[in-house]
């Protein structure tokens, strides 16, 4: 019976970018809220809450400059059930059809790229802007809205046309779900979530440009994809490499090349075996007699 462990190892490397990025989310969700309830137990979950803000992303700029990291992590980071619920679900719609199109890479690339532009452009307007001088300082955001938000509208722009069946309303196109989309956040800028929305749009403004470009042939988001890269090869563990050496270059050759030529010589002493059972000895040639002398010398 396989372990929860080999388990956990067969889902990773079979399940894909859309449905890993998803379990992220759920599993930092779950376990702030486990991390929560034990500080509640204490009636002391006040305590948690400026250990939750070193991972959401500060509105003000002297806060941002001391962790940095919240740039990236506040797009995994949900505290109502609602919230990354109608998040999932929306993502999952949308990443379904991006992933069907345009691949894990390019899906990772957008939601990450999608995510720090929300963040970005919720930075810039609440130090920009007077109408939040008042509460720039002590303002955080946090969830993967700015990061679904890019992937809705770098879906639209790439297949706008594709019909979404949606309850009571029927077959809409993508292109108008968006547009809605974006015209409720526009809106909503002047509800007590302004920084959300304008993330939102931050992430809305880079899957626009991101698809328009690629579309054209540029693909602006490759830089990130070959960084990643960059750094899985130099997280990958190195091949062992055994003692024994290649005939031809005499160089040492790694574990997956000596099982490969094992097994190689192994089905080659089988062939010679079935033509003996078939022929007789004499059949073999010279070459066969000294690879099966060889064998011999090896059990």
Known sequence: MASISDELKRFISTANTLTKLIVINVVVFVIVQIIMTIYSLYRSEIMFEPILQLFMVPSWTHTLIRQPWSIFTYMFLHQDIMHILFNMLWFYVFGKIFLEYR???KLTTVYILGGISGAILYVLAFNIFPAF???VEGSHALGASA???AIVVATAVMVPDYPL????????????????????????IRSGNAGGHIAHLGGVIFGGIYMWQFKSGVDIGKWFENLVQSVANLLKP?????????ANKRRPISDEEFVSSKKAFQEEIDRILDKIAKSGYDSLTKDEKDKLFRASGKK
């Open 238 to 246: 190195k091949p062992r490499m055994r003692t024994a050496y290649n």
């Open 165 to 188: 069946n949606l309850i009571l309303l029927g077959r809409i196109p993508l292109k108008y779900i968006a547009i809605f989309s974006v015209i409720l956040d526009v809106i909503n």
């Open 133 to 135: 001088q008042n509460i």
């Open 103 to 105: 691949g894990g890479k």
């Open 147 to 149: 990061s679904i938000m």
